[in-house]
T-cell receptor, first 114, second 111 residues
Framework: ETGVTQSPTHLIKTRGQQVTLRCSSQ?????VSWYQQALGQGPQFIFQ???????GRGNFPPRFSGLQFPNYSSELNVNALELDDSALYLC?????????????FGPGTRLLVL | QKEVEQNSGPLSVPEGAIASLNCTYS??????FFWYRQYSGKSPELIMS????GDKEDGRFTAQLNKASQYVSLLIRDSQPSDSATYLC???????????FGTGTRLQVFP
């Protein structure tokens, strides 16, 4: 167990709806990164939050947004859901945003868009 | 343009053998590399990190990094059926904080 938790574990939505996914980082970690993992693919970086500020973003449209709270937990929001958004959403926490900081993953939220 | 590449496999090895997993990357400004193991339906779990050229050993696992040739490998000695999983190679490249993952190599260890 990494100490990183995510909720919900599974979610079913319909196209056009909005969804909010939550992540609680490991104790002492101030950085949360979000990844999308489609079936058969490696995780793709969405964005990272460091001390409540966005600290890097991958190639995802603006309808993917997030925030980080003072306790370093984080939310990922996706608006106007599309079928291709169906995936496993992973958050990972780390101490600091340095290049040698190990990221520890939560169990993930599996999202199905119908 | 893929920055981290892995053979998707499956790589099949008999129990007790050495499994060799390879990963290449395109950016010479690489900083750090990580190997994660992912069981079906689960999230990635860290096996090893490696930052410097050479070998790094941890139990049955050895990570190797060759920055001149731009490859990273993971050797698993005395492979067990419980090692059957997808192994993800990830790198953190210069001036970024994001992990770039390969597509993963599926390893099958048969008794």
């Amino acid at each position: 167990e990494t100490g990183v938790t995510q909720s919900p574990t599974h979610l079913i939505k319909t196209r056009g709806q909005q969804v909010t996914l939550r992540c609680s980082s490991q104790s002492g970690h101030n950085t949360v990164s979000w990844y999308q993992q489609a079936l058969g693919q490696g995780p793709q970086f969405i964005f990272q939050y460091y001390r409540e500020e966005e600290n890097g973003r991958g190639n995802f449209p603006p309808r993917f947004s997030g925030l980080q709270f003072p306790n370093y937990s984080s939310e990922l929001n996706v608006n106007a859901l599309e079928l291709d958004d169906s995936a496993l959403y992973l958050c990972a926490s780390s101490l600091g945003g340095g290049t040698q900081e190990t990221q520890y993953f939560g169990p993930g939220t599996r999202l199905l868009v119908l | 343009q893929k920055e981290v590449e892995q053979n998707s496999g499956p790589l099949s090895v008999p129990e007790g053998a050495i499994a060799s997993l390879n990963c290449t990357y395109s950016d010479r400004g690489s900083q750090s590399f990580f190997w994660y193991r992912q069981y079906s339906g689960k999230s990635p779990e860290l096996i090893m990190s490696i930052y410097s050229n050479g070998d790094k050993e941890d139990g049955r696992f050895t990570a190797q990094l060759n920055k001149a040739s731009q490859y990273v490998s993971l050797l698993i000695r005395d492979s067990q059926p419980s090692d059957s999983a997808t192994y993800l190679c990830a790198g953190v490249f210069y001036n970024t904080d994001k992990l770039i993952f390969g597509t993963g190599t599926r390893l099958q260890v048969f008794p």
